[in-house]
């Protein structure tokens, strides 16, 4: 026949048969304790449920609970029942039943069947590696292993064992479950066993720590041991998941096997550094920037050459020359698909627009644009990176340049590399040649990175103000592209084209609300701009739309059309700010030269005046050495050839003789003034007058030999926004007419010279 208990169900706790648990129960269960004391003798069933829900569900129960005898009971003074439960055997329960408020279970004894030879032997098996386990742990007494040896039965023994030991409650659910206590004399095996594994690895842990670190250390000890225990464990994620992280960005990298060779031993150093050495940050910093790099991984140019071409002449007015340079290389890479970047060096006055082409061609030919400024760059570490050795070493602004870029192909631009400087920590210039030298640059390395990075697939842009001041080694590996300046036609072009349309639109007017004849554009380049390119010719624009707008929102008139006339350039920019410097009439002693100046061409004149001394020289006006030398020559080539030049060869002796070149602000150099020179001396020396719509420009020898000069079409572009009619060029710089603008050359009237002489000829007639 059945037997019929209530049962007391327990979430996350397991009680066996021969051990005790306590348990605490509120006001609720006053009832459910004082029924088992009254109608049950104390005997209830435990069952153990692996549950955190408070809902009970008959079907989910388990069908093996514990009978169990309360052998005490208090009450507290909050009114909580505390009961001591002692199990004593396992039983099967067939059925779950409700009644009474309470929920009693119909059960039967399970039978254990059995062997007693077995059993024995069983029981003999565990005291003996009881022994032996408590002589090796820290976890057991002696006086455990004498109540064992004290027990008479397996099951006992078993159930009390499996209490004692440090086994999850995962796993004394199993012990709960198993009816055989010969099967749970063999679980006891196992645990004793996994139990002394883990004591010897514990062990071997502590000798390998202690040979390895110093007694002292014990936060670093502590690390240690974790890292040990890691690595016995099978687990090597030593720095949790940032290790693991950084291993398969490297094995995803698109790079060479010898730089992947190089990060993961990198990887090995930072993952045996402990957390708090100096070095931890310098190594993860360097893993950080090389797999940050574009070591492979490129953009696909456009090679259809009618839309590169279309794209730069919207972008860009005139520049034909460095237009074409661009379709030619593109063509040849396209057609043997093995080119190496040319290095283009853009030279020209501020504001042509070197910065925005070198922009607009990335952008025609689908390239990322990075650009870098050198001027003023001093130390070569800048370019090349500092080495790891240094506290914040960085890698060079190459390599910088090239992490922005995300790609090893785009197309980079060095400005202003004429204004580089060199002290005691380097020469920027020199670390230069190596990058822009395209039989050097695929093996580039950088100081920090300490590995070849292939540059060759790079497109180098530079640019600088004066060639001059290129370093001669640099120049030799660049492809020099001259960008003069505009002409006043070229800017009005450009200023209606564009420049209106984009001051218009972030000024928010549309532009058919502001009307600005030619003839008011050209007043503003004349009188209120000095410069080759359009960057103040784009600002003084824009102070007039800034106004216009601001009186458009004062009236609250949108849509009114205002049209800007020449008398209105005072109310906008205020007085002109420059003025011509050429002649205003034909003057004894006075003569126009040419110069390349900052803001492009312009007319120079030269004065010259005499009175009585000891044959003296004294130049004002600025200067520079070459200059000095020229006027020097001019001198010793007049007094040469006095009788020729019908000069007074006393009046040379006799007098003092000043030359002054207007504007002493304004630095002045170049080999170019030496027939400007000897004319302005000659006419003041002989009272010829040279007309004042006539310039001229070339060097002088001491045998008067006129010799060929640079910036013809700049110099021209001067003289023809200076109203001269005539200019003296030397004779070799004839074919350099073919670069100035037909509309200047229609204007002027070029006398090619290869004496001085002959100059000297054209002025007396």
């Known amino acids: 026949m059945k037997n019929t208990l209530p049962i007391i169900p327990i979430q996350n706790l397991v009680l066996l048969p021969n051990n005790e648990i306590s348990l605490e129960f509120g006001q609720i269960s006053h009832a459910l304790i004082n029924k088992i004391e009254e109608s049950f003798n104390n005997e209830v069933i435990v069952i153990s449920q692996n549950s955190h829900s408070d809902e009970i569900i008959f079907d989910s129960l388990p069908k093996m609970g514990v009978l169990a005898k309360i052998i005490h009971k208090s009450v507290s003074a909050s009114n909580l029942v505390r009961i001591e439960l002692s ?50 742990s820290n976890y057991l007494s002696e006086a455990f292993y004498n109540l064992v040896s004290k027990i008479n039965t ?233 080495r790891r050795t240094y506290i914040g070493a960085n890698p060079g602004r190459i390599i910088q340049g090239m992490k922005k870029a995300g790609c090893s192909n785009p197309l980079f631009l060095i400005d202003e590399i004429d204004k580089m400087s060199k002290d005691y920590k380097g020469d920027p210039a020199s670390a230069l040649l190596e990058i822009l030298d395209p039989e050097q640059n695929q093996y580039f390395s950088d100081n920090y990175i300490e590995e070849a990075y292939d540059l060759s697939r790079v497109m180098f842009v530079t640019t600088a103000n004066y060639i001059e001041d290129i370093p001669e080694a640099l120049k030799d590996r660049l492809e020099i592209v001259m960008l003069s300046g505009y002409t006043e036609y070229e800017k ?34 004349r009188n209120y701009t000095k410069e080759a390119g359009v960057r103040e010719l784009e600002r003084q624009l824009a102070n007039i739309v800034r106004k216009i707008v601001t009186d458009l929102v004062l009236t609250k008139e949108d849509d009114k059309v205002v049209k800007v006339v020449k008398e209105d350039l005072n109310k906008y920019l205020g007085r002109p700010k420059y003025r011509n410097l050429t002649k205003t009439e034909t003057k004894v002693g006075v003569v126009n030269g040419l110069a390349y100046t900052y803001y492009g061409g312009d007319v120079l004149p030269i004065e010259v005046n005499y009175f009585k001394g000891t044959g003296n ?106 109203n001269v009619k005539q200019v003296f060029i030397p004779f070799d710089n004839l074919p350099d007419l073919e670069d100035v603008p037909e509309e200047i050359r229609n204007k002027i009237e070029y006398i090619p010279v290869k004496k001085y002489t002959e100059v000297y000829e054209k002025l007396v007639k």
């Not at 640079?710 to 110099?715: A, N, S």
């Open 492 to 525: 009005l072009d450009i200023a209606k084209k564009h420049l209106m349309d984009k001051i218009c639109d972030s000024h928010g007017i549309d532009v058919k609300n502001v009307s600005i004849s030619n003839q008011v554009i050209l007043e503003v380049i």
């Open 154 to 386: 397996l099951d006992q023994m078993t159930d009390f064992m499996a209490y004692k030991l440090p086994v999850t409650l995962h796993r004394l659910y199993s012990y709960l479950y198993e009816t055989s206590s010969y099967r749970r004399g063999i679980m006891i095996l196992e645990d004793f066993y996994m139990e002394q594994d883990i004591v010897n690895i514990e062990r071997e842990i502590d000798s390998k720590v202690r040979k390895n670190l110093d007694n002292n250390q014990k936060e670093f000890v502590l690390r240690e041991k974790l890292k040990v225990i890691k690595q016995e464990l099978g687990d090597i994620n030593v720095k949790d998941d940032e290790v693991e992280e950084l291993r398969e960005r490297i094995k995803s990298l698109n790079a060479r096997e010898e730089i992947k060779d190089r990060l993961f031993q990198e990887l090995k150093k930072y993952e045996s550094l402990p957390s708090m050495s100096p070095e931890l940050n310098i190594s993860r910093s360097y893993i950080e920037w090389m797999l940050s790099l574009p070591w492979e991984d490129v953009t696909e140019d456009n090679h259809d050459l009618k839309k590169v071409k279309k794209s730069l002449d919207d972008s860009h007015y005139g520049l034909e020359k460095v237009k074409t340079r661009i379709i030619e290389y593109l063509a040849v890479a396209e057609k043997t698909k093995s080119l190496k970047s040319p290095i283009l060096c853009l030279v020209g006055p501020p504001g042509v627009g070197k910065t925005s082409l070198a922009f607009s061609i990335a952008s025609a030919i689908n390239r990322k644009f990075i650009k870098i400024t050198v001027g003023g760059v001093h130390d070569e570490a800048e370019i090349v990176g500092h």
């Open 87 to 136: 199990g004593k055997k396992r039983v099967e329960i067939s059925e779950y039943t409700w009644s009474d408020n309470f929920i009693y279970c119909a059960f039967d004894d399970i039978v254990d069947g059995y062997d007693e030879k077995e059993n024995a032997a069983m029981m003999r098996k565990i005291l003996a590696e009881t022994k032996e386990y408590v002589r090796t």
């Open 617 to 722: 020289l004294v130049l004002t006006g600025s200067l520079g050495e070459v200059m000095k030398e020229s006027a020097r020559i001019a001198l010793s080539y007049i007094k040469s050839n006095h009788s020729k030049l019908k000069v007074n060869y006393d009046t040379l002796v006799n007098s003092d003789i000043h030359i002054h070149v207007p504007e002493g602000a304004i630095r002045k150099d170049g080999p170019s003034a030496g027939i400007a020179l000897t004319t302005a001396l000659i006419s003041a020396l002989t009272d010829l007058k040279v007309e004042k719509t006539i310039a001229m420009t070339g060097e002088i020898t001491l045998r008067g030999n006129v010799l060929p000069i640079g910036g013809l079409k700049e110099k021209s572009i001067g003289a023809y926004k200076n």
